[in-house]
């Protein structure tokens, strides 16, 4: 049967990428939603849009009754699960194709066999590809797992056999520590995906992370679109893709995707999947695990094959032939994605909570924007703290890695931390540019990953940005020869009178205070000293919400906005972020509170507490673990002392910047 009406069980970008080819299709589409994000694009881009209520995923996203109810309510023909949430989950996709309703994906056969690490391994084994040597049984007795590793070596990983996206995977390089993190991979396994179950294998040294797409017929066509790279990672989940890799020889290439082909052959595959591979370093490959679904990176296979996979999902579910052939496809040029995170990457990738207040689109050509969020929208603890991916296409991988670079520069989120800067310096590194892409690229690289501190330039361009137009608005002339005052509104207008309210010329930039001294504030130009060195800068252009601005040999531009909550200038200056507050008269270092205490870094739930009051403890280490945005974090101490009061209890839910721990220093 045709489809003709889609309910997407999922939301923010995901949603969006399936409705604009359902669009494109004359499919009609239902989004759905929960309380907590209305507002966002994908409550209101669909045709129809449902809300879900409040409360926790398992009575949301999670809740299988209800998104069936739904989907029979509004007559669909079928639901796209797109990625994570039910998209991997056998029963839900039973109970759709019981109902009457197409499920977009495989069977709920092939997704219980591969869909779960440890039977995927199972299966696959029966037809000679080779696996990680390691431990896919059934018992679960921590005592036997331990056991199990010390024969394995170390180090070794622990892998919940349920879901993806690093979630419930720890590195045991200690067998010291192989307990504690144990229950740490389970407890995260149970939170996310509702198994605890977990694998071991042998964690391989300076591996690369490669995976092939895969698209299967209901007629027995099962075609590759060639692979992907997903070795950038933090906390094992991925953060830049591409394709081709670099890694592969014709030979390697030709073999793995055989692989993966005689795979979803010998399952009766049907749908997208992903066939995922560890390459160690004499390009030998080992099969990982089956993602039986769409995958987050799926953009760049688009870009340099041309074939819309989402299209491909549609026609596929509801009987079509494949209307391509293998000697069809083939791979043109280079693509990469990056995924903007908001998260602190100087802060052990902590994830970013608050306000969106701008936005940034792309000015390239071939460049993609795949986004959840636009200016206004909250980023809450509630769902993943992906904010968009970013992907471009160039003839070579030098020319994208150029392109994604000054992407990055176009693609903002200001008024919360991002992982954009972070993004722009792996891609300079030698080692990116080179291509050695490993797993472990960036613990290897932390040091040249670090932020760089604002140059004495930078500082006082920062300055700069925000004199020029406190109180009144700018246009340009269309040969940004002059500017002329009008009265369209711009960011500068919320600025207000925020340069009238330093004190003794003093500024806060990056929690830093700067002081300057300013000579002359007028006309559109700006003479001022920061360090012991005058600058002069003058206002070329106001373009919207971007400021122009020239020190006499180069422009800059800037953009900027404020947060009226915070009263705190968000701008973006030589693609660093920036945030400028007026001083006040005590301030507290961030992460601290008052009399040695630590705070809580944002809203979240106590998990486990790891330290008594009284117990002495030394600094950095752990005290309590806490869950927010789907993963674990653990809360250290600064400092060496004795606990001297803990505020909370496991399994209470806390705000963001309470006071957590009293510590006696």
Not at 305 to 324: F, H, M, N, W
Not at 385 to 413: E, W, Y
Request: aromatic residues 6%.
């Amino acid at each position: 049967m045709k489809i003709s009406k889609i309910l997407i069980a999922n939301r923010g970008e995901i949603a969006i990428r399936v409705i604009n080819t359902c669009r494109e299709m004359g499919i009609k589409t239902v989004t759905i939603y929960t309380e907590d994000e209305i507002g966002l694009p994908h409550t209101f881009s669909g045709d129809f849009s449902i809300c879900l209520g409040q409360g926790p995923l398992s009575q949301t996203y999670l809740n299988q009754e209800l998104i069936v109810k739904i989907a029979l309510e509004q007559k669909v023909d079928a639901i796209h699960p797109g990625y994570g949430f039910l998209s991997e989950n056998p029963t839900f996709a039973k109970k759709v194709t019981e109902a009457g309703i197409i499920f977009i994906g495989p069977s709920p056969e092939s997704m219980r066999i591969m869909g779960d690490k440890k039977t995927s391994k199972e299966t696959v084994e029966k037809i000679g590809v080779p696996l990680i040597p390691g431990y896919h049984g059934n018992n679960q007795d921590p005592n036997f797992l331990k056991e199990t590793a010390d024969k394995i070596g170390y180090p070794v990983l622990i892998k919940a056999s349920a879901g993806g996206g690093g979630k419930g995977m720890r590195v045991v390089n200690d067998p010291a520590d192989f307990q504690s993190s144990l229950e740490s991979a389970k407890r995260e396994a149970k939170n996310s995906f509702g198994n605890d179950i977990v694998l071991l294998e042998r964690y391989i040294l300076n591996p690369r992370h490669i995976e092939v797409q895969m698209m299967s017929d209901k007629h027995g066509n099962h075609l590759h679109f060639f692979e992907r790279e997903c070795s950038i990672q933090r906390r094992h989940q991925k953060i830049i893709e591409e394709t081709p890799s670099t890694a592969l020889t014709a030979e390697i290439r030709r073999d793995i995707t055989a692989t993966a082909t005689k795979i979803t052959s010998y399952i009766n595959y049907e749908g997208a999947g992903t066939m995922e591979f560890i390459l160690d370093q004499s390009g030998k490959f080992y099969f990982l695990e089956m993602n039986t679904r769409l995958q987050v990176e799926h953009p760049i296979t688009e870009m340099v094959t041309g074939y819309d996979l989402v299209r491909l999902q549609i026609e596929v579910a509801q009987g079509d032939i494949l209307s391509v052939k293998q000697e069809d496809i083939s791979q043109q040029g280079h693509a990469i994605e990056v995924r903007i995170y908001a998260e602190d990457p100087a802060n052990n990738f902590l994830p970013s909570i608050g306000k969106v207040l701008k936005t940034g689109r792309p000015t390239l050509n071939n460049v993609r924007l795949d986004t959840g969020y636009i200016d206004g929208n909250e980023v809450t603890v509630n769902f993943d703290p992906m904010l968009a991916k970013l992907i471009v296409h160039a003839a070579t991988r030098n020319q994208a890695i150029d392109k994604m670079g000054v992407s990055l520069d176009d693609v903002i989120f200001l008024g919360l931390k991002t992982n954009r800067a972070y993004l722009k310096r792996i891609l300079s590194t030698k080692e990116f540019k080179d291509g050695l892409t490993y797993t472990n690229f960036v613990e290897v690289n932390k040091d040249k990953l670090l932020p760089k501190d604002l140059r004495r330039e930078e500082i006082a361009l920062a300055i700069s940005s925000q004199l020029f137009c406190p109180q009144e608005t700018y246009h340009t002339n269309v040969n940004y020869n002059a500017t002329t005052r009008g009265s369209a509104t711009t960011a500068w207008d919320t600025l207000g009178s925020f340069s009238a309210n330093f004190v003794g010329r003093k500024i806060i930039i990056n929690g830093e205070e700067v002081d300057y001294k300013l000579t002359k504030n007028s006309d559109g130009e700006v003479q001022l000293s920061v360090m012991n060195r005058n600058y002069n800068f003058r206002q070329v252009a106001a373009l919207g919400d971007q400021l122009v601005i020239n020190d006499g040999k180069k422009n800059f531009t800037v953009s900027m906005t404020k947060n009226r909550r915070t009263n705190k200038v968000h701008a973006v200056i030589q693609s660093k972020d920036v945030v400028m507050e007026i001083p006040t008269r005590t301030r507290k270092k961030s992460g601290e509170a008052e009399h040695g205490g630590m705070l809580s870094p944002m809203p979240g739930k106590i998990f486990k507490i790891l330290v008594k009051e009284g117990e002495a403890v030394a600094k950095n280490q752990p005290l309590l673990i806490m869950e927010a945005m789907k993963m674990e974090h653990t809360i250290k101490a600064n400092g060496d002392g004795k606990i001297s009061k803990i505020h909370f209890k496991e399994g209470e839910v806390i705000n963001g910047g309470v006071n957590l721990i009293e510590l006696e220093k």
